[in-house]
T-cell receptor, first 112, second 114 residues
Framework: SQQGEEDPQALSIQEGENATMNCSYK?????LQWYRQNSGRGLVHLIL?????REKHSGRLRVTLDTSKKSSSLLITASRAADTASYFC????????????FGPGTRLSVLP | GAVVSQHPSRVICKSGTSVKIECRSL??????MFWYRQFPKKSLMLMAT?????????EQGVEKDKFLINHASLTLSTLTVTSAHPEDSSFYIC??????????FGPGTRLTVL
């Protein structure tokens, strides 16, 4: 069953603004991963955050994890039109890359 | 590194025919491969997990006789949609894992059944 749930499901912002997407889940996890998908394409791995980590950065991406609230957020700073895509969180309870559960995704549109 | 390819990228077939989709890990040995299905503007739904040399484990509600999965080597898994019907039209994505935390995803195959 799907346990990752992204919020909002769709987000439209202007270029240069920051975009924040949230993900909630229901059960214990080993790690949580964020992926990006351009329309009609495969998934690109963005960042992995382990259950004992609270925040990670990668370039313009910042991910937080609050295991007490079972939620994570993905922040994209200084957004660009090329950031337009769908973003998914996936939870991994096993820690072995098995049994990923994907959320419904957030469709981000960055307007030039 | 960690590149996964899928072939074909797009296929159109007539109702009743079977379609085979290949998933290859190009630069690593994939001990486990996963097959997902994605409907338009929806998330990925795991269909099955396959380990090299053993039978695939199917998720609840996925017909194993309709979606045949073969993982004959550490670099190749195939999904065959048998007797395809229009409701099988979807975007099929495979991923591969070498045993670490990550799954590496293929570019997907868009199946259209007429």
């Amino acid at each position: 069953s799907q346990q990752g749930e992204e919020d909002p499901q769709a987000l439209s912002i202007q270029e240069g603004e920051n975009a924040t997407m949230n993900c909630s889940y229901k059960t214990s996890i080993n790690n949580l991963q964020w992926y990006r998908q351009n329309s009609g394409r495969g998934l690109v791995h963005l960042i992995l955050i382990r259950s004992n980590e609270r925040e990670k950065h990668s370039g313009r991406l910042r991910v937080t994890l609050d295991t007490s609230k079972k939620s994570s957020s993905l922040l994209i700073t200084a957004s660009r039109a090329a950031d337009t895509a769908s973003y998914f969180c996936a939870t991994d309870a096993s820690g072995y890359g098995q049994n990923f559960v994907f959320g419904p995704g957030t469709r981000l549109s960055v307007l030039p | 590194g960690a590149v996964v390819s899928q072939h074909p990228s797009r296929v159109i077939c007539k109702s009743g025919t079977s379609v085979k989709i290949e998933c290859r890990s190009l630069d690593f040995q994939a001990t486990t491969m996963f097959w997902y299905r994605q409907f338009p503007k929806k998330s990925l739904m795991l269909m099955a997990t396959s380990n090299e040399g053993s039978k695939a484990t199917y998720e609840q509600g996925v017909e194993k006789d309709k979606f045949l999965i073969n993982h004959a080597s550490l670099t190749l898994s195939t999904l065959t949609v048998t007797s395809a019907h229009p409701e099988d039209s979807s975007f099929y994505i495979c991923s591969a894992s070498g045993g670490g935390n990550e799954q590496f995803f293929g570019p997907g195959t868009r199946l259209t059944v007429l």
